[in-house]
């Protein structure tokens, strides 16, 4: 979790494939730690061909099974359905909007003027990530919910979180 924390947590991501990543693991963590889909991140990008989603999305039931099978990875069907689900949205989210990274980016939140002075101040959820969440929602993705959205946000560097007294508060800057 530290090297996780230091070296990747809160640094902006704008590459299309690592936020389909992101955007599976997030909602494969939904009611368990994020350290045990850490944990799982490399058997997740073996089974999910390294979350490149044209392949994802042409899962079909009998891959959803051996995925069912597969002790690597969290083990919930509609988890897994999930991810395949969330790849067809992801494809026709580029198709219509045409770079879905700067979709995805423009429901980050403003910079805060100064970083939080304690873990406790850090929420769990905003009102960007009320409006991500209703949007994915509306286009179709699953396992989306503002709360999954807002630590989205977090791990591709859209809210800085680090606390103050974090030395990696000051050095994560957003670009943009």
């Known amino acids: 979790m530290v090297a996780y924390h230091d070296r990747e947590w809160g640094v902006p991501e704008y590459d299309e494939r690592r936020l389909f990543e992101f955007l599976v693991l997030e909602g494969a963590q939904a009611g368990l730690s994020w350290s045990t889909v850490l944990k ?5 990008r073996r089974c999910f061909d390294d979350f490149d989603p044209e392949r994802v ?3 079909t039931a009998r891959r959803v099974e051996r995925l069912l099978e597969e ?3 969290v083990r919930n069907r509609l988890k897994i359905e999930s991810a395949i ?3 067809r949205a992801f494809l026709e989210l580029r198709e ?16 805060r003027g100064r970083p939080l002075a ?3 101040a850090v ?4 009102r960007e990530s009320e409006a991500m969440s209703k949007e994915l929602k509306r286009r179709g ?3 989306v919910g503002s709360t999954i959205c807002y630590a989205f946000m977090q791990a591709v560097g859209m809210a800085n979180d680090h606390v103050a007294d974090c030395f990696r508060s000051s050095e994560i800057r957003r670009k943009g």
Not at 40 to 44: L, Q, W
Request: hydrophobic content about 40%; some cysteine; overall charge positive.
């Open 85 to 87: 689900t969330n790849a």
């Open 57 to 59: 999305a042409r899962y």
């Open 96 to 111: 219509r909007e045409g770079d879905v990274c700067a979709f995805l980016w423009s429901f980050a939140p403003s910079p």
């Open 141 to 143: 993705f699953r396992f």
């Open 71 to 73: 002790p690597g990875i």
């Open 118 to 120: 304690s873990s406790a």
């Open 40 to 44: 799982k991140r490399e058997a997740y």
């Open 123 to 126: 929420p769990v959820t905003t």
